[in-house]
């Protein structure tokens, strides 16, 4: 057994159990932001996502080669894609948290970009439903957009809010980002992990997702391996639809042209 499935074990095995002994089990969703065309990682990504039967959500650029991205993603079963911004482009003023939507900019201006986001992927064959803001800001302009178009939000953040029903967030990232991309490490994530189940359980949330969040371009070795031990504990599941009142289990197939 790798080190990795040993600290699996031990750090998280023992919340697991308690979860099966109230016969609940957790509902891992993942999402993968950044990707804008095929590439390596994304093929070693969509590799993964088959080998263990993961379904996966790939946050995707519009601005990219969003055609040949369906094409390659339609190739592995149960892949969605969602819409991750207009450009990623920071627009943020000087020392305010980087995002792309601004307090200047006008809901006109917003549903405008969105709209045009949401053509390239249709143009591609994809009807979107999901939009991942990059850098996880979602300002209140484009939370009105997002509504008004009928897209349901993912950003990073803790347990959904009954205000926002429409809010799927990733909550566990493998990865540390400063000073530089690298593997978050085993432990802490493990860690971080084990108290957001344990939440949930407490709570009686067991319907609840967690959210698993990757970044294929940016993955060391490390965190290529983490993923292999995590994926067939987790054992992720279709995101849920938002006409859906429980979460699905990986049988639906098609999901990148529902998403």
Request: glycine content about 8%; overall charge positive; hydrophobic content about 45%.
């Amino acid at each position: 057994m790798s080190l990795h499935r040993l600290l699996i074990a031990a750090v998280i095995g023992p919340e697991l159990a308690r979860w099966r002994a109230a016969g609940h089990a957790p509902a891992f969703w993942w999402r993968d932001d950044d990707a804008r065309r095929p590439t390596p990682a994304l093929d070693r990504l969509l590799a993964l996502s088959a080998r263990f039967a993961a379904p996966i959500t790939i946050a995707a650029v519009p601005d990219g080669d969003i055609a040949a991205l369906a094409k390659a993603c339609g190739a592995v079963p149960d892949v969605e894609l969602a819409i991750h911004g207009f450009r990623h482009e920071n627009r943020a003023p000087p020392g305010r948290p980087s995002g792309e939507v601004n307090d200047l900019d006008g809901l006109a201006e917003v549903m405008s970009d969105l709209g045009a986001a949401m053509d390239v992927f249709r143009r591609a064959g994809v009807a979107p439903r999901l939009f991942v803001p990059p850098w996880n800001n979602a300002h209140p302009t484009l939370k009105r957009a997002l509504g008004l178009r009928g897209l349901g939000l993912s950003c990073y953040g803790e347990m959904r809010s009954a205000a926002e029903p429409d809010r799927l967030d990733a909550h566990l990232d493998v990865m540390r980002w400063k000073p530089k991309a690298r593997f978050r490490g085993a432990v802490r994530f493990l860690l971080r992990a084990r108290r957001l189940l344990a939440e949930r359980r407490a709570k009686g949330a067991w319907d609840q997702p967690l959210g698993l969040l990757t970044h294929h371009l940016d993955h060391d070795e490390p965190a290529w391996r983490f993923l292999e031990a995590f994926l067939p504990v987790a054992k992720p599941v279709v995101r849920p639809r938002r006409d859906a009142p429980a979460i699905g289990r990986p049988s639906d197939r098609g999901a990148l042209k529902a998403g």
